[in-house]
Every structure is written in C-alpha cells, then in structure tokens.
C-alpha cells in the first residue's frame, strides 16, 4: 500500500483534490467523499497507466524492483 497526501480545496459548490506527491493526480466532486473516491480512481489510473507506458519503452534486460521509501 502507497501513502500520498491528498489536498482538498472548496471551490464554490465543488471540492478539488490532487495528490501533492504526484503531478497530474487531481480531481475534483460535488461532496468531499466524492472527491475522495475520485482522487483514488485517478491516482489508480496514473499509476497503472505509468507502468505500462514503462513496460512498453524499456528495454528486455531493464532492472525492475521494488522501492520503499521513507518520507
């Protein structure tokens, strides 16, 4: 499981929500749960979408592994 601080802001009737740890995660929802759960499904789809795109440029003897960090 990944940990990312998620920002939310009132704009209006609306709340926006991005990811500070991941540039292009954001989103936005009527209620604040919906902008949560949209948050997730974006950062869900960024990151599988990240991965493919990877898996499609490298080349077969690339390194993959796992890393943990501490922040």
Do not use: C, H
Request: proline share 3%.
């Amino acid at each position: 499981m990944n940990k990312f601080t998620a920002v939310f802001e009132r704009d209006g009737d609306w709340w926006l929500g991005y990811v500070e740890e991941l540039p292009g995660a954001n989103t936005q929802g009527r209620t604040l749960p919906e902008a949560r759960e949209n948050l997730k499904e974006a950062v869900e789809l960024i990151i599988e979408a990240n991965r493919e795109l990877t898996r499609l440029e490298i080349g077969s003897d690339a390194i993959r592994e796992e890393l943990l960090v501490a922040a």
